[in-house]
């Protein structure tokens, strides 16, 4: 068994940097200056696409194969839909929401210009003093709304700020960190898989060590809604998707372990990669488990999806309440991290 010592504390305040930069689907521009500032870190220089994914690229013992490990930087976010008469915003959602984990939370709108105004999500029957129907009424993108922290009184007001149809919103996140190693916070999927990705290249340049093959690290910002991994480098022979791992009913991981998933809604992944990842796992002494998952999908099957010629896996954290605010344990980066590392090693 390979024995491999993460920095857990660099992971941490890695993660915390990366969930207090906001990237809700499609808006990079404040996230990817933090990936070029821990790519800085390594004496490593990130390179872009076209659809804005950052990748850096770590030399191998063989460059004559590329592998690829990619954890998306995109979170679930919103954009203005409509101004309503009296000043509040409707919106759209992108990703998969759980709007009743937003009722009431301070979210933040983002113009074209760069101007930032915090508001209140709530139900449209936002009260249960005034609307007979504000316990019943579904929460959705339909009922639910945002009203700005601002002095506006009608859609002018609105658009006097310079708030526009398409503005991108995000949620505040509430990043904690408790005693007992657990982390609550939003957007843990995926930036806890981002955090493990930096965790992994730290240890390797500690031990100056080298992948056993050229491994391209990749952070794309469109995978909430389906097209993250769509565009996959052709050099690429294998692609590794790093995300989070489901709790519930039908799975075995937990917030301590890292999940390996087999297959998700829609495809399984490859069995001989997968099959050489759950040994790797062994090999490195990680706390693992092999699940399906349902509802759910990866930058790896969104490869597969769109005809890349790759095998692709995945693999992360296992995360409580996903889509909402989610919890996981630094047992479970860190078990991340171990993997990814067995992998690019190819131990």
């Keep these: 068994m390979m024995e491999f010592k993460m920095d857990n504390q660099f992971m941490l305040d890695c993660l915390k940097e990366l969930i207090d930069t906001p990237s809700p689907v499609s808006y990079y521009e404040e996230i990817n200056p933090v990936i070029e500032k821990y790519g800085a870190m390594f004496e490593l220089p990130v390179t872009y696409d076209r659809k804005h994914t950052a990748y850096i690229t770590l030399d191998g013992e063989d460059n004559s194969k590329t592998v690829m490990v990619g954890g998306h930087l995109d979170t679930l976010g919103m954009v203005v839909r409509r101004i309503d008469d009296d000043g509040c915003i409707r919106i759209r959602q992108l990703g998969g929401l759980n709007f009743c984990s937003l009722e009431g939370e301070t979210v933040h709108v983002v113009t074209r210009e760069g101007k930032k105004y915090s508001g209140l999500m709530v139900c449209q029957s936002h009260s249960v003093h005034v609307f007979d129907d504000a316990r019943t009424l579904e929460r959705n993108e339909t009922n639910m709304l945002i009203s700005l922290d601002e002095d506006v009184h009608s859609k002018e007001d609105v658009l006097a700020l310079g708030i526009r149809h398409g503005d991108v919103i995000y949620p505040e996140p509430h990043f904690q960190y408790t005693e007992k190693g657990f982390i609550k916070t939003r957007f843990l999927d995926d930036k806890a898989a981002v955090a493990a990705i930096f965790g992994m290249v730290k240890y390797l340049k500690e031990n100056n ?34 995300d989070i791992g489901l709790i519930g009913p039908d799975y075995d991981g937990d917030e301590h372990k890292v999940s390996i998933c087999c297959k998700d809604f829609a495809t399984p992944y490859d069995r001989e990669l ?19 998952f349902y509802r759910y ?4 099957s969104a490869a597969l999806k769109s005809g890349n010629n790759v095998y692709a896996a995945a693999f992360g954290m296992a995360v409580y309440g996903s889509h909402g605010i989610e919890r996981t344990h630094m047992d479970g980066i860190e078990n991340t991290a171990k993997l990814i590392a067995a992998y690019v090693l190819d131990i």
């Design 274 to 292: 997968t099959t050489r990842i759950i040994n790797q796992a062994k090999k490195a002494g990680c706390d693992y488990a092999v699940d399906i």
């Design 209 to 242: 060590l080298k992948p056993k093959y050229r491994t391209l690290l990749a952070f794309p910002h469109y995978e909430e809604i389906g097209h993250g991994g769509s565009y996959i480098p052709p050099e690429v022979e294998e692609f590794v998707a790093i």
């Design 297 to 300: 999908g990866t930058d790896g």
